[in-house]
């Protein structure tokens, strides 16, 4: 084969130490010196190579740094003598002894020996065939040992074609290697390319390849050719897999930075262009937020949350995703009231006034709201009460928050609950998610835009827990004058304090509410009107709003009390007004139309007028069915729309003892009547029973109005009094109404809704109520105006009941 020559200052001759493999071989000019026939003499001298291994037919340069070697290489190259090359194990070691060394190395001999101008000595080598060291002959001035030839075992004949297989792929590999590295000249794929002979190809590519020491030292020691170019191959391969994989990751980041690059350089050009034209919007945008800031009455803990996010909005390309997310965040910042409050008024006697022109009846809820200003008025200072309104739909308990803004005079906010099951509604997301927002809570903060308003939090009792959290919980940090001083909103990530908000939580019931959360709250029941307010709510903010609302002068129609009683009790049935306003304003709507298409009718509206016009009376008045008959009492029921009546019906026919039970009636209600039966057979004879009557007779139950079901122990003393009624014969009194849990002994037991059952019996005509002496205290706080009228008997036991409900 040509002789190739390269040049050994391409690669850096003068900077490399004797075991530096930073070389690229030359190739002779002889067709195979590796297999040429000489005789290897049987003691050599041993050069010790750090950090490379000399393979046979391999020319390389190596520099000589050490006194030994440098004597070594004069000498041999003087006489023209073989020496061995053999690389050390730990290449750190300065002066190597025989068991540093690798015990297969190769015969070498010295080609030129060059003075180097820094002056230092290099040499280069040629390897020309494998042995293995033996016995050391000689310590100085250089080792020499005794050594046994190793011949390398090529392919038999069957075997060449695979051979040449195996030797073909390689030189691909190779050439891959050199043009995926950037370490390796170009000169060295032409070296590759005109190399024929396969045995000095395979000891060519095994020293230039990648490996290390100790892995080329393993391919050196291979006798058979075919094996060393298989573990060979196996080297190359993984070489070439780890050059394509570095190759995509530089020609990716190369990508990524002139994309970045690209984009810096239109972002400065663009800068310089708005420059000359004016400020850029980028900036002005960042002027206008510090700006801001610098006029906000913040902590320090938010200025430096605003500080630190503002740097980082500056540093952000504008053309992301995430500067209008850190934007919307520091725009959120700024919009918040920190520390922004509005002055109360402390006018207590306009306070009232406020609240008394707006609503009319809730006197508990005014007086509450009127203790705290009296208290914060004295104080200066005091952490917002937590109040709860509850009580039946329709009687003002959200309305009622905007009288106690406007009396306070602080703004209003209010959030519905209604539906809420996720926890982010109360806590907001984090700002990294998309569409993330703050909750419910510092949205409407900062819409009334101060940090004290009055907030309506509306339906409480109507949140729902999911698998995205429980948000009553949530409400727990809200609602605790001890932590919402430092309330933690996930999208601020900062604390904001809302300890001087008055919240105003309404609910229709508080069944549903978690316990940690009521024990936050004072409880203040707002029951239902009676008849007389009912007017009065009319009368003042009802109906002129309707007639305002359809376009209807005042001095056009006119509704007088007597009139207003009929709609209420005829078209409406609950507690609150929300009814009536609905059906006022259908009226309003009748005589809208008659107004629009100049129809005559009479200013002062009437009952026959109101019955034309809203239709049939849809409510069945109750009231005392005087038919003064025997088993028949009148009990009085609590339900969501306020009190009831509620008639129990009882009769006895002949049969064996059966107990009947009928009117949709739940369990408990099922076993007071049970419990009233087992108390009349235990107390026949006191009471006046005849006890074969129980066993000759079946005893049917009845409460009218089927369809509605219907539950709870306050029917108790009312199914006593029915069924002692049928067994003894003696007739209820006329105009009596009674309520009651009752025990096995006869013990009457106090029952709750006492102020809605009251007005319900005051609606029907009803003159004397029996109720358990310890409900004393709840008709104690009842206004005399609601209790007018009616006599009460508050009794201990059934008994006491009997002789009070009953005829002689």
């Known amino acids: 084969m040509s002789k190739i020559e390269i040049s050994f200052d391409n690669y850096g001759l003068n900077d490399m130490y004797e075991s530096e493999a930073e070389f690229i071989p030359i190739v002779s000019d002889e067709t195979d010196e590796a297999e040429q026939d000489f005789d290897l003499p049987e003691e050599l001298a041993i ?66 020996v060059l003075e180097m101008p820094d002056g230092s000595t290099s040499a280069i080598i040629q390897g020309k065939a494998r042995f293995e060291i033996g016995e050391l002959t000689q310590e100085d001035p250089y080792y020499k040992a005794k050594v046994s030839r190793l011949e390398d075992i090529k392919p038999e004949n069957d075997e060449n074609r695979n051979f040449e297989a195996l030797v073909s792929s390689l030189k691909d590999l190779s050439l891959r290697i050199i043009k995926y590295s950037n370490n390796i000249p170009t000169e060295a794929s032409f070296a590759v390319k005109n190399i024929e002979n396969s045995s000095f190809l395979i000891n060519f590519i095994c020293s230039n390849t990648d490996i290390s ?56 050009q663009m800068k310089t262009i708005q420059d000359e034209l004016g400020s850029s919007p980028i900036e002005q945008e960042v002027r206008d937020l510090k700006t801001k800031a610098e006029k906000k009455k913040w902590g320090k803990e938010v200025a430096e949350v605003f500080v630190k996010e503002l740097d980082k909005l500056e540093r952000l390309n504008p053309a992301t995703g995430e500067y209008s997310v850190q934007y919307n965040y520091l725009q959120i910042l700024l919009e918040l009231p920190w520390n922004e409050h509005t002055e109360d008024k402390f006018d207590m006697k306009e306070a009232e006034k406020v609240l008394d022109r707006d609503h009319f009846g809730l006197d ?22 937590i109040i709860c309104l509850h009580g039946p739909p ?131 029941d707002v029951s239902g009107y009676i008849l007389e307010e009912k007017n009065e709510i009319a009368k003042r903010h009802l109906w002129p709003k309707q007639l305002e609302n359809h376009g209807i002068p005042k001095s056009k129609l006119s509704i007088s009390k007597t009139v207003m009683t009929f709609i209420i009790e005829s078209y409406t049935r609950e507690s609150g007004v929300r009814a009536l306003n609905k059906t006022l304003a259908k009226l309003s709507r009748k005589y809208a139309l008659k107004i629009a298409t100049e129809v005559e009718f009479k200013k002062a509206i009437s009952i026959d007028d109101i019955k034309e016009n809203l239709g049939v009376e ?32 009882s009769s006895v026919s002949k049969g064996n003892g059966k107990l009947t039970l009928t009117g949709n009636l739940g369990d408990v209600m099922k076993e007071s009547a049970v419990l009233a039966l087992e108390y009349l057979k ?27 079901p219907k539950d709870g122990p306050s029917a108790g003393v009312t199914m006593a ?31 709750g809704g ?15 109520i029996i109720l358990s002496k310890d409900n004393m205290k709840d008709v104690a706080e009842i206004k005399e105006v609601y209790i007018s009228g009616l006599e009460f008997h508050y009794v201990s036991y059934i008994k006491d009941v009997l002789n009070i409900a009953l005829e002689k």
């Open 682 to 708: 235990s107390n026949a004879d006191e009471i006046g029973i005849d006890t074969k009557l129980f066993d000759e007779k079946n005893i049917h139950v009845h409460v009218p109005e089927g369809a509605i």
């Open 364 to 385: 508990g809820v005014k007086e509450r709201i009127l203790e705290h200003l009296a208290v914060l008025k004295l104080k200066g200072d005091l952490k917002s009460p």
């Open 213 to 268: 020491v100790k892995e080329k030292q393993v391919l050196l020691k291979i006798d058979e050719l075919r094996e060393r170019g298989t573990k060979l191959m196996e080297h190359l391969a993984r070489e070439v897999q780890l050059l394509e994989l570095k190759n995509d990751i530089q020609n990716k980041a190369r990508l990524d930075i002139d994309q970045q690059q690209r984009e810096y350089l239109l972002n400065q």
């Open 618 to 649: 849809k409510i069945s008045k109750e009231r005392w069915q005087d038919e003064f008959r025997v088993g028949v009492v009148t009990g009085l029921a609590w339900t969501a729309v306020g009190g009831e009546i509620l008639f129990v019906e």
């Open 47 to 112: 050069l010790p190579l750090r950090n490379t291994v000399l393979y046979p037919g391999v020319i390389v340069p190596i520099s000589l740094g050490r006194d030994k070697s440098l004597k070594l290489i004069k000498e041999v190259h003087k006489n023209g003598d073989f020496f061995g090359a053999i690389a050390q194990k730990d290449g750190s070691v300065e002066e190597p002894k025989l068991d540093d060394l690798y015990t297969v190395g190769t015969a070498a001999k010295v080609i030129k």
């Open 721 to 751: 009094t029915a069924l002692t009624s049928c067994f003894t014969g003696r007739k209820v009194k006329k105009k009596i109404a009674m309520t009651g849990e009752i025990t096995l002994r006869g013990k009457v037991l106090p029952v």
């Open 394 to 524: 329709g009687v003002g308990k959200t309305s009622l928050g905007k009288s106690v803004a406007d009396a306070l005079g602080r703004k209003y906010a209010r959030v519905s609950l209604g539906g809420v099951h996720d926890e982010a509604e109360i806590r907001g997301h984090r700002k990294t998610y998309i569409g993330a927002m703050p909750g419910r809570i510092i949205q409407n903060i900062k819409k009334a835009g101060s940090a004290n308003p009055v907030f309506i939090l509306d339906e409480i009792d109507k949140i729902g827990a999911s698998a995205h959290g429980d948000p009553s919980a949530a409400l727990l940090e809200v609602l605790d004058p001890e932590q919402n001083e430092n309330f933690h909103d996930n999208f601020l990530e900062v604390g904001f304090d809302l300890s001087k908000v008055i919240f105003i939580a309404t609910a229709n019931t508080l069944n549903s509410i978690s316990q940690p959360l009521l024990d936050r709250m004072e409880l203040i």
């Open 754 to 768: 006492i102020k809605e059952k009251i007005l319900a019996a005051k609606r029907a005509g009803i003159k004397e």
